[in-house]
C-alpha cells in the first residue's frame, strides 16, 4: 500500500486545515484508514481511525470534538478536517492504512507538516 500525504502547513490559533492522504496498491474499500501524529521530541501518537465502510471512526480525547476524519472511496482518499487549531496541535501528521480484522499492521505514509502558531 502507497499513501501520499499532504496539505497542512503554517496555520494559526484557532484556525483550520485539511489534510488529504491518497491510497494506491490495494483496494480502497478493503482498508481502514487512520491519521498519527508525532511532536518534537515526542512518540507518534493516535489521531483518528475510520473503518473499510466508514461506519465508525475513533479519535484520541485530545482532539475530539475539534477533528474529523472521513474518507471518499471513490477517489481513494481519506481527509482530516482539523478545527480550532491548538498550538499543542503542532507535529507530523502521519496517514496509515491497515485491514484491521485481518491483523495487519499499519503502512505509512511520508507525514506532513503541521505548525499552528500560538
Known amino acids: 500500500v502507497q499513501l501520499q500525504a499532504s496539505g497542512g502547513g503554517l496555520v494559526q490559533a484557532g484556525g483550520s486545515s485539511r489534510l488529504s492522504c491518497a491510497a494506491s496498491?490495494?483496494?480502497?474499500?478493503?482498508?481502514?484508514m487512520g491519521w498519527f501524529r508525532q511532536a518534537p521530541g515526542k512518540e507518534r501518537e493516535f489521531v483518528a481511525t475510520?473503518?473499510?465502510?466508514?461506519?465508525?471512526?475513533s479519535y484520541a480525547e485530545s482532539v475530539k470534538g475539534r477533528f474529523t476524519i472521513s474518507r471518499d472511496n471513490a477517489r481513494n482518499t481519506v481527509y482530516l478536517q482539523m478545527n480550532s487549531l491548538k498550538p499543542e496541535d503542532t507535529a507530523v501528521y502521519f496517514c496509515?492504512?491497515?485491514?484491521?480484522?485481518?491483523?495487519?499492521?499499519?503502512?505509512w505514509g511520508q507525514g506532513t507538516q503541521v505548525t499552528v502558531s500560538s
Open positions: 496509515a492504512a491497515r485491514r484491521a480484522s485481518v491483523g495487519e499492521d499499519y503502512y
Open positions: 496498491g490495494r483496494p480502497f474499500r478493503s482498508l481502514d
Open positions: 475510520i473503518t473499510d465502510n466508514g461506519a465508525r471512526r
